[in-house]
């Protein structure tokens, strides 16, 4: 079967940085997914992984190992408004999405 | 400003009622979605249409009854639901559901039903 498999919650402090990791077995790969979903709001595209290695897009990095079927999210100088759910997707042989149960993150001041 | 709108944002209904969600993207998007988000599950794709066509139905009870009149539009026509149907249900689109997309789904902002 296929399986994303992503911590329930995490907590981190305000200016601090926060690694949320990712791991897949799925039929195929055609990409690796981050999305940003705040309470109540529709999930939004943060970065796309398909080949190896560190994928940076200003305080957010993305990090994908297709050997490994590994993946993080890496929010670096973090704030207030980073606290919302971070939902890890991963595009299989039939570019369907198989989605993983999403990591709520807590910022504390 | 999402591309996708979902409407309404909240319903409440008895399990008895008829009700519709509607969901609407301007993006251009040849394939629209419903999925349904329940808390600490993963998204669960429900229909898919590509072109205006169904291509998926991941065995969703026939109480969920989807519509695609055109490219741009998307209903889910609702009956005789259960409690455990309570949950966020979300439109997505994207460019087309075969093929490739480097940035994944466009989505709306779901609408949250409760059935009592």
């Known amino acids: 079967g296929q399986n994303i498999d992503q911590p329930t919650e995490m907590t981190a402090t305000e200016g601090a940085i926060v690694q949320i990791n990712c791991t897949y077995q799925t039929s195929g790969f055609n990409g690796l997914f981050w999305y940003q979903q705040h309470a109540g709001e529709a999930p939004t595209f943060l970065s796309y992984?398909?080949l190896d290695g560190l994928e940076e897009k200003g305080r957010f990095s993305s990090f994908l190992s297709r050997s490994k079927g590994y993946s993080y999210l890496l929010l670096k100088e973090l704030q207030m408004k980073d606290s919302a759910s971070y939902l890890c997707?991963?595009?299989?042989?039939?570019?369907?999405?198989?989605w993983g149960a999403g990591t709520k993150l807590i910022i504390k001041p | 400003e999402t591309g996708v709108t979902q409407t309404p944002r909240h319903l409440v209904m008895g399990m008895t009622n008829k009700k519709s969600l509607k969901c609407e993207q301007h993006?251009?998007?040849?394939?629209m979605y419903w999925y349904k988000q329940s808390a600490k599950k993963p998204l669960e794709l429900m229909f898919v249409?590509?072109?205006?066509?169904?291509?998926e139905n991941n065995s969703v009870p026939s109480r969920f009854s989807p519509e695609c009149p055109n490219s741009s539009h998307l209903f889910l026509h609702l009956h005789t639901l259960q409690p455990e149907d309570s949950a966020l249900y979300l439109c997505?689109?994207?460019?087309?559901?075969?093929?490739?997309?480097?940035?994944?789904?466009?989505f709306g902002s779901g609408t949250r039903l409760t059935v009592v």
């Open positions: 249409y590509n072109f205006k066509e169904q291509t």
């Open positions: 997707a991963v595009m299989d042989s039939n570019y369907q999405l198989i």
């Open positions: 997505a689109s994207s460019q087309d559901a075969g093929t490739h997309s480097f940035y994944g789904y466009t």
């Open positions: 993006l251009g998007h040849n394939a």
């Open positions: 992984n398909v």
